[in-house]
């Protein structure tokens, strides 16, 4: 597992970010039609539609089933009342700068087009605080459009997604992007889909800490290419996965990392190797 370091990514064999820029109101701007609930309107909060997002008015209930599902490992639920309160008490975190790429805008259509992102919230984002929606929409405006972004998800449901992908496409190249607790749901994804000798090309864990015990209690499934872990600046990745890159988010705050400008840069190289 090798930590690269944002000087050492200008070495790696793709064409380099260019310098820093502002992105924030393109990255808002993507996004800007999608619908914002009345409920969250004064929070800012990005509210993209999914195949997997619930009505304002299920949010709650169907937030819970789905959390309850996903801490089912001994050990998972710890923590998960602080969790929460660190999440509602927080407020929007912002996106400040990022690096736009521009080698991405010169890829072809069609390049773009055969990569398949995955954006998967963290369960317990329930006013989408990290904007992880902002993220996938500003992909999709630079022209990765099949970017996706799942509210809520389970392990057999993005297993079952991979394998419609492989079957109307088996040369998609396929990317699954977790913030913090989705990384168990990218985990039993994995595990269902190694079963068939099924594979994905990317996998990328947003600051998870939930996955860290799940790795030392049972391994991590190695039916991927790549894994790149992008943590804060002061938080340990996770260790034991296989086939993987650290990346760091330069902020001790959980909440910013999803969207921070280091999270864009580092997702923007690795969907252009894939494009390559």
Same mark, same amino acid.
């Given at each position: 597992?090798? +930590?690269?370091?944002?000087?050492?990514?200008?070495? !790696?064999?793709?064409?380099?970010?260019?310098?820093?820029?502002?992105?924030?109101?393109?990255?808002?701007?993507?996004?800007?039609?999608?619908?914002?609930?009345?409920?969250?309107?004064?929070?800012? *909060? !990005?509210?993209?539609?999914?195949?997997?997002?619930?009505?304002?008015?299920?949010?709650?209930?169907?937030?819970?089933?789905?959390?309850?599902?996903?801490?089912?490992?001994?050990?998972?639920?710890?923590? !998960?009342?602080?969790?929460?309160?660190?999440?509602?008490?927080?407020?929007?975190?912002?996106?400040?700068?990022?690096?736009?790429?521009?080698?991405?805008?010169?890829?072809?259509?069609?390049?773009?087009?055969?990569?398949? *992102?995955?954006? *998967?919230?963290?369960?317990?984002?329930?006013?989408?605080?990290?904007?992880?929606?902002?993220?996938?929409?500003?992909?999709?405006?630079?022209?990765?459009?099949?970017?996706?972004?799942?509210?809520?998800?389970?392990?057999?449901?993005?297993?079952? +997604?991979?394998?419609?992908?492989?079957? +109307?496409?088996?040369?998609?190249?396929?990317?699954?992007?977790?913030?913090?607790?989705?990384?168990?749901?990218?985990?039993?994804?994995?595990? +269902?889909?190694?079963?068939?000798?099924?594979?994905?090309?990317?996998?990328?864990? !947003?600051?998870?800490?939930?996955?860290?015990?799940? *790795?030392?209690?049972?391994?991590?499934?190695?039916?991927?290419?790549?894994?790149?872990?992008?943590?804060?600046?002061?938080?340990?990745?996770?260790?034991?996965?296989?086939?993987?890159?650290?990346?760091?988010?330069?902020?001790?705050?959980?909440?910013?990392?999803?969207?921070?400008?280091?999270?864009?840069?580092?997702?923007?190289?690795?969907?252009?190797?894939?494009?390559?």
């Amino acid at each position: 597992m090798k +930590e690269i370091s944002p000087s050492e990514s200008n070495r !790696l064999p793709y064409p380099p970010i260019p310098a820093p820029a502002r992105i924030s109101h393109q990255l808002f701007a993507a996004a800007g039609d999608a619908p914002h609930p009345a409920v969250f309107s004064h929070l800012g *909060v !990005l509210d993209v539609p999914s195949s997997t997002t619930p009505r304002p008015s299920d949010r709650k209930r169907h937030w819970a089933r789905h959390l309850a599902a996903l801490a089912s490992k001994s050990g998972e639920k710890c923590g !998960l009342g602080l969790l929460i309160l660190l999440l509602v008490a927080a407020g929007c975190a912002t996106v400040g700068e990022s690096t736009p790429d521009s080698h991405i805008e010169t890829l072809p259509a069609e390049a773009k087009a055969s990569v398949h *992102v995955i954006f *998967v919230n963290s369960p317990l984002d329930v006013l989408q605080i990290g904007r992880l929606a902002g993220v996938a929409s500003y992909f999709r405006s630079k022209g990765f459009q099949n970017s996706s972004f799942h509210y809520l998800s389970s392990g057999p449901k993005l297993a079952g +997604e991979v394998r419609d992908l492989r079957r +109307e496409d088996d040369g998609a190249r396929v990317a699954l992007v977790a913030w913090s607790g989705a990384s168990l749901w990218v985990w039993d994804a994995l595990k +269902e889909l190694d079963e068939t000798g099924a594979r994905v090309d990317l996998i990328v864990y !947003l600051d998870s800490n939930w996955i860290k015990k799940r *790795v030392a209690d049972e391994g991590h499934p190695d039916n991927f290419d790549r894994a790149v872990l992008i943590y804060r600046s002061d938080n340990p990745p996770v260790e034991g996965v296989p086939n993987s890159v650290i990346r760091r988010a330069e902020t001790i705050n959980h909440l910013a990392v999803a969207a921070h400008p280091d999270t864009v840069r580092a997702l923007g190289e690795e969907l252009a190797r894939l494009a390559e």
